[in-house]
Nanobody, 124 residues
Framework: QVRLVESGGGLVQAGASLRLSCAAS????????MAWFRQVPGKEREFVSH????????HYADSVNGRASISRDDAKNTLYLQMNSLKPEDTAVYYC?????????????????WGQGTQVTVSS
């Protein structure tokens, strides 16, 4: 089992920055592919970014590319998402996810473990 706990969300104005964190415990964190997804009520969960085992590969959704940076600290078992130049359309609940032997990193079906989510609200 892997337990994931997100933090760092909040209410900010457009143009501000936030750093989301996801603390992991349980099964070996460093061997997992990690990702961030987000969801707005009434809509499907949307891929934001992923980072591979050992952080060799990263990928971003077009909607956040250039404004987001994903990283991981395997010594601290923590995943991060730095979001800059936030926009009202970034408002969502942000979830971190962990998966093993992930083939399609942007697919939520690839991830076995999920956190409870952290709310990000961006006002205009």
């Amino acid at each position: 089992q892997v337990r994931l706990v997100e933090s760092g969300g909040g209410l900010v104005q457009a143009g501000a920055s936030l750093r989301l964190s996801c603390a992991a415990s349980g099964r070996t964190f460093r061997s997992a592919t990690m990702a961030w997804f987000r969801q707005v009520p009434g809509k499907e969960r949307e891929f934001v970014s992923h980072i591979s085992y050992l952080g060799r590969d990263t990928h971003y959704a077009d909607s956040v590319n250039g404004r987001a940076s994903i990283s991981r600290d395997d010594a601290k078992n923590t995943l991060y998402l730095q979001m800059n130049s936030l926009k009202p359309e970034d408002t969502a609940v942000y979830y971190c996810a962990a998966g093993f032997r992930v083939i399609v990193p942007a697919s939520e079906k690839e991830y076995t473990y999920w956190g409870q989510g952290t709310q990000v609200t961006v006002s205009s």
